[in-house]
């Protein structure tokens, strides 16, 4: 995408900014031989900052502050 904008001199600075998704989606996951495990996601942007539960194979995002 591009954006032109009219008198805008040398080293100045512009700031273009839009709001992002934020939602929380839940997943039901059967692994292989395994009973089915529900998790819920927490997605800013195209972004998961968070899953619930935590677990073995799902530790990530549990300990980052965004």
Known sequence: MYRKFREVL???TLTVSYPLLDM????RI???TCEPQDYS???IGN???EV????E?????GDEVF
């Open 10 to 12: 040398p080293m100045e």
């Open 24 to 27: 929380w989606q839940d997943v």
């Open 30 to 32: 059967t692994p292989y």
């Open 41 to 43: 996601y927490h997605w």
């Open 47 to 49: 972004t998961i900052i």
């Open 52 to 55: 619930t539960p935590h677990g």
């Open 57 to 61: 194979f799902l530790p990530m995002y």
